[in-house]
């Protein structure tokens, strides 16, 4: 369908029982004003090589850099987080870098710093644009500042994009959102291609099945829904190499995503690359709260499984990279972020704008959910998990310089 028909709403309200399954909506999103200038740097570091790479995006940034002992704690230490919360409100910043510890970064820090974000002035909403910097270890992390400087002095719009889907359910909805995007993208006059990866051969007898070479996709099968390949052929990676922007739609659990085992992309190089990803635990850490993604029923297990796809692409070059923690919406959340860097919004305002939308639907009393994970949440989806998006990259970039109008 095009754009035009898909209904913006607040938080899926008065959308048909179809769109929803269908996640054929877009959140309704809106500016929020915050300081005119001003960077911080937000870390828990406290070794000299994981500190040189932030100290130089601050020093770019003509930022500071503010440590606290434990990110990981401040959920449990309300003092403390009083205590930053006191100081963010006095430095004022437009960005706050949130850099934590591998240790550090799980779904308690996140709420605990959303709740410190969210409460620098009288209005309960994100009053500062955030971004994430995280990374496997110390090069990692040196790698990804050094990509969003050179991508910043670059200042380059994307000229080739590709969408990675996943053939899975009888409705093709992961497959529809990425020829939407798809074909918004050619209308900007830019090269868009796909890869779909089909983990249900059966739908193949489908009439409906898509005739995904004539709508420029390669497609691959796989061997099952919980059976993901582990190996991509040349002519993929040659596309995957081509591209400076991918997004993806479909099923993720650590490890895998869209059908495929994230050490399917092992040695390929993403420098230069933005990455937006509508599957579930795109962006989960190596330590988690509560409920645990190996519970997801299907899930596969085994080694491969302790692989992180955010941490991954940072590892291997990408500049930025935006997902979620946990079980996440997809579509209706991803597009308001892209449309927002389409209208050369900057990576740290784009999210803003769409945790604020969150926000405010959060609760009644539109305030962030109180309460944070506990070891006896077994659910699979929990109140907190809407808030848990998180983007990792240089808030102050902006990935797509505004060249054109959003196609309406």
């Given at each position: 369908p095009p754009l035009a028909s898909?209904?913006?709403?607040?938080?899926?309200?008065?959308?048909?029982?179809?769109?929803?399954?269908?996640?054929?909506?877009?959140?309704?999103?809106?500016?929020?004003?915050?300081?005119?200038?001003?960077?911080?740097?937000?870390?828990?570091?406290?070794?000299?090589?994981?500190?040189?790479?932030?100290?130089?995006?601050?020093?770019?940034?003509?930022?500071?850099?503010?440590?606290?002992?434990?990110?990981?704690?401040?959920?449990?230490?309300?003092?403390?987080?009083?205590?930053?919360?006191?100081?963010?409100?006095?430095?004022?910043?437009?960005?706050?870098?949130?850099?934590?510890?591998?240790?550090?970064?799980?779904?308690?820090?996140?709420?605990?710093?959303?709740?410190?974000?969210?409460?620098?002035?009288?209005?309960?909403?994100?009053?500062?644009?955030?971004?994430?910097?995280?990374?496997?270890?110390?090069?990692?992390?040196?790698?990804?500042?050094?990509?969003?400087?050179?991508?910043?002095?670059?200042?380059?719009?994307?000229?080739?994009?590709?969408g990675i889907t996943h053939i899975f359910d009888p409705d093709y909805k992961s497959y529809q959102k990425g020829e939407i995007l798809k074909r918004l993208f050619t209308e900007r006059g830019c090269k868009a291609e796909g890869l779909a990866i089909c983990s249900a051969p059966r739908l193949h007898q489908q009439g409906t099945f898509p005739d995904a070479a004539a709508q420029g996709n390669l497609l691959l099968d796989g061997p099952g829904r919980g059976q993901p390949l582990d190996t991509l052929p040349d002519e993929a990676k040659a596309a995957i190499q081509r591209s400076s922007l991918i997004f993806l739609f479909g099923h993720g659990v650590p490890g895998m995503l869209c059908g495929l085992e994230t050490t399917a992309f092992a040695n390929l190089d993403f420098s230069g690359k933005i990455l937006l990803s509508g599957c579930c635990f795109s962006c989960a850490g190596e330590h988690g709260e509560g409920f645990m993604p190996s519970q997801l029923p299907g899930a596969p297990q085994g080694p491969a499984?302790?692989?992180?796809?955010?941490?991954?692409?940072?590892?291997?070059?990408?500049?930025?990279?935006?997902?979620?923690?946990?079980?996440?919406?997809?579509?209706?959340?991803?597009?308001?972020?892209?449309?927002?860097?389409?209208?050369?919004?900057?990576?740290?305002?784009?999210?803003?704008?769409?945790?604020?939308?969150?926000l405010a639907n959060a609760s009644q009393e539109k305030t962030l959910v109180p309460t944070y994970y506990t070891g006896e949440q077994k659910d699979m989806e929990n109140p907190m998990d809407v808030l848990l998006y998180v983007f990792i990259g240089d808030p102050a970039l902006v990935p797509i310089p505004a060249a054109s109008p959003v196609p309406k």
């Open positions: 898909i209904p913006r709403v607040k938080e899926g309200k008065d959308v048909s029982t179809e769109r929803q399954k269908m996640s054929l909506w877009i959140l309704e999103t809106a500016p929020h004003p915050v300081a005119a200038e001003g960077y911080v740097v937000l870390t828990d570091h406290t070794q000299a090589e994981w500190l040189a790479p932030l100290s130089t995006l601050a020093e770019y940034r003509k930022g500071t850099v503010v440590t606290v002992p434990d990110l990981g704690a401040l959920w449990n230490h309300p003092e403390d987080l009083e205590a930053l919360r006191a100081k963010l409100a006095a430095l004022k910043p437009r960005y706050v870098a949130i850099a934590p510890r591998p240790e550090s970064y799980r779904e308690n820090t996140i709420l605990a710093l959303w709740k410190v974000l969210t409460s620098l002035d009288e209005d309960p909403q994100f009053d500062t644009f955030p971004g994430f910097l995280v990374a496997k270890d110390a090069a990692g992390l040196a790698k990804l500042v050094d990509q969003d400087i050179a991508f910043a002095k670059a200042a380059s719009a994307p000229a080739h994009v590709l499984r302790a692989d992180r796809f955010a941490l991954r692409m940072v590892d291997q070059g990408a500049v930025a990279v935006f997902g979620h923690m946990r079980l996440n919406t997809g579509f209706p959340h991803l597009y308001p972020v892209l449309e927002g860097q389409l209208q050369g919004l900057s990576l740290g305002e784009s999210y803003q704008r769409l945790l604020n939308a969150l």
